[in-house]
Nanobody, 121 residues
Framework: QVQLVESGGGLVQAGGSLRLSCAASGRTFSGVAMAWFRQAPGKEREFVAGISGGGGWTFYSDSVRGRFTISRDNAKNLVYLQMNSLKPEDTAVYYC??????????????WGQGTQVTVSS
C-alpha cells in the first residue's frame, strides 16, 4: 500500500509558476515509479509527467515538455512537479500516482486526492 498526498496547488496568472509536491508513505519509496496526471473539467484524465524509482528516467507529455519538470527526493519520500510558463489550458486537478513502472501508458495502482491548479489569463 502507498498513500499519496498532494499539495501546492492554487491560483496563478498565465506565465507564472507553481510547484506541486506529493508526499508518499507506506512503502519503500525508491522502488516506486511516480507520475503526475491532470483532469480538466469535462475532459479525461491525462498523463503529465512520470519518473522512475531512482529518478534516472523521466517522461513528459508533449503539452508540458520544456515547461514542467518532475523530480523526486527519495530521502524525504517526496515527488515534485515544477510548472513554469503556465497557460490557462493547464488549469486542472492534478493527481499524484504511484506504480511499478514509469511511463505514460503504465498502470498506476495508487492515487492521491488531487490538488487544484487554476491559471488565469
Amino acid at each position: 500500500q502507498v498513500q499519496l498526498v498532494e499539495s501546492g496547488g492554487g491560483l496563478v496568472q498565465a506565465g507564472g509558476s507553481l510547484r506541486l509536491s506529493c508526499a508518499a508513505s507506506g512503502r519503500t519509496f525508491s522502488g516506486v515509479a511516480m507520475a503526475w496526471f491532470r483532469q480538466a473539467p469535462g475532459k479525461e484524465r491525462e498523463f503529465v509527467a512520470g519518473i522512475s524509482g531512482g529518478g534516472g528516467w523521466t517522461f513528459y507529455s508533449d503539452s508540458v515538455r520544456g515547461r514542467f519538470t518532475i523530480s523526486r527526493d527519495n530521502a524525504k519520500n517526496l515527488v515534485y512537479l515544477q510548472m513554469n510558463s503556465l497557460k490557462p489550458e493547464d488549469t486542472a486537478v492534478y493527481y499524484c500516482a504511484a506504480g511499478e513502472v514509469a511511463g505514460p501508458r503504465s498502470t498506476y495502482d495508487y492515487w492521491g486526492q488531487g490538488t487544484q491548479v487554476t491559471v488565469s489569463s
